[in-house]
Nanobody, 123 residues
Framework: QVQLVEFGGGLVQAGGSLRLSCAAS????????MGWFRQAPGKEREFVAV????????RYADSVKGRFTISRDSAKNTVYLQMNSLKPDDTAVYYC????????????????WGQGTQVTVSS
C-alpha cells in the first residue's frame, strides 16, 4: 500500500504561481512512477504530468507544457508540481497518483491516489 496526501492548493490570480506537494508513505516510494491529474467540475479527470521513479523522465499534457514542472525528492518521499502562469482554465481538483508502470498517463491505470487539493485561478 502507498498512501498519498496532497498539499498546496489554494486561490490565486491568473498569471500567478502555486506549488503542489504530494507526500507518500507506505511502500518504497522510489519504485513508483508518480503522476499529477486534475478534474474540473463536470469534466473527466485528465492527465497533467508524470515523472519516472528515477526522476530522469517526465511527460506533460500539452495544455501545461512550459508552465508546469514536475519533480520528486526521494529522500523526502515527496513529488512536486510547480505551476506558473496559471490560467482560469487550470481551476480543478488536483490529484497525485502512484503506479509501478513506466510513465503511464492514463488515470485508470494508476493504483494509488491521494484525496486531491483544490486549485482555483481567478481572472
Amino acid at each position: 500500500q502507498v498512501q498519498l496526501v496532497e498539499f498546496g492548493g489554494g486561490l490565486v490570480q491568473a498569471g500567478g504561481s502555486l506549488r503542489l506537494s504530494c507526500a507518500a508513505s507506505g511502500r518504497t516510494f522510489s519504485g513508483y512512477t508518480m503522476g499529477w491529474f486534475r478534474q474540473a467540475p463536470g469534466k473527466e479527470r485528465e492527465f497533467v504530468a508524470v515523472i519516472s521513479w528515477s526522476g530522469g523522465s517526465t511527460r506533460y499534457a500539452d495544455s501545461v507544457k512550459g508552465r508546469f514542472t514536475i519533480s520528486r525528492d526521494s529522500a523526502k518521499n515527496t513529488v512536486y508540481l510547480q505551476m506558473n502562469s496559471l490560467k482560469p482554465d487550470d481551476t480543478a481538483v488536483y490529484y497525485c497518483a502512484a503506479d509501478r508502470r513506466f510513465l503511464v498517463t492514463v488515470a485508470s491505470t494508476y493504483l494509488y491516489w491521494g484525496q486531491g487539493t483544490q486549485v482555483t485561478v481567478s481572472s
